[in-house]
């Protein structure tokens, strides 16, 4: 052979520890999932600050084009699950200011009629 041929091996998709990272995060959040049913919020908290820490983690290890399509994907259905938690803690706030709310008014009727007993 006269010309010297280059052995380039095809990029790997995304890196072991970017791969474990991503599947981390997912099962993280899938976790916060289940907790956000079951109303435990400071769990909930708990594993996002986890959580965050694991995508910085990941986003610190450079990724190539080839890489991307791959890290595209597993983005989307992080995204996906993040917008069905952020659905549930919305719900679960907008319960409790009614809740409050109602505390509230109970509050003002209980305060009127013991202002009113006072005037008779």
């Not at 993040?82 to 709310?101: C, F, H, I, P, Q």
């Not at 109602?102 to 006072?118: D, F, I, N, P, V």
Request: with cysteine; hydrophobic share 40%; charged share 25%.
């Amino acid at each position: 052979m006269t010309g010297q041929t280059s052995m380039q091996t095809p990029p790997s998709s995304l890196t072991v520890s970017q791969t474990r990272l991503l599947a981390t995060v997912i099962n993280t959040t899938r976790t916060m999932l289940e907790l956000a049913g079951q109303e435990q919020w400071d769990a909930v908290a708990d594993l996002e600050k986890l959580r965050r820490e694991d995508l910085v983690r990941c986003f610190e290890i450079p990724v190539s084009g080839e890489q991307g399509e791959l890290l595209a994907e597993a983005l989307a259905v992080l995204l996906h699950l993040n917008e069905e938690l952020m659905s549930k803690l919305s719900l679960a706030r907008d319960e409790l200011a009614t809740e409050g709310n109602e505390k509230t008014r109970q509050l003002t009727a209980a305060g009127e009629y013991q202002r009113m007993s006072h005037l008779r």
